[in-house]
């Protein structure tokens, strides 16, 4: 079974950065989209960026601007630049990977890494 493994997650003041590292355990294969999602203390998990194969990204509106995603294609590792980072940011972030096997397609999570933010 494959595992995520994040790091990158802490305490930071307003205003501050982080950048979140995501890494499968094994050699996967077949990666279509790997992504970032976060879940604050009363909230459903929402997407915060996602970024395809050919290097497409998607982020959500409260994040443009300031998170920037990014991967490294032989390492099937992906990252999480985050700048001026705000309380409202405050939530466990997960890595989330997507492909395809022969069999079918797959979804891997992260174990969630803590992100706090201070006002």
């Known amino acids: 079974q494959v595992q995520l493994v994040e790091s990158g997650g802490g305490l930071v003041q307003a205003g501050g950065s982080l950048r979140l590292s995501c890494a499968p355990s094994?050699?996967?294969?077949?990666?279509?989209?790997m992504g970032w999602y976060r879940q604050a203390p009363g909230n459903g998990r929402e997407l915060v960026a996602t970024i395809t194969s050919a290097g497409s990204t998607n982020y959500a509106d409260s994040v443009k601007g300031r998170f920037t995603i990014s991967r490294d294609n032989a390492k099937n590792t992906v990252y999480l630049q985050m700048n001026s980072l705000k309380p409202e940011d405050t939530a466990v972030y997960y890595c989330n990977v997507e492909g395809r096997r022969v069999t079918g397609p797959y979804v891997y999570w992260g174990q969630g890494t803590q992100v706090t933010v201070s006002s």
């Open positions: 094994r050699a996967i294969f077949n990666v279509n989209a």
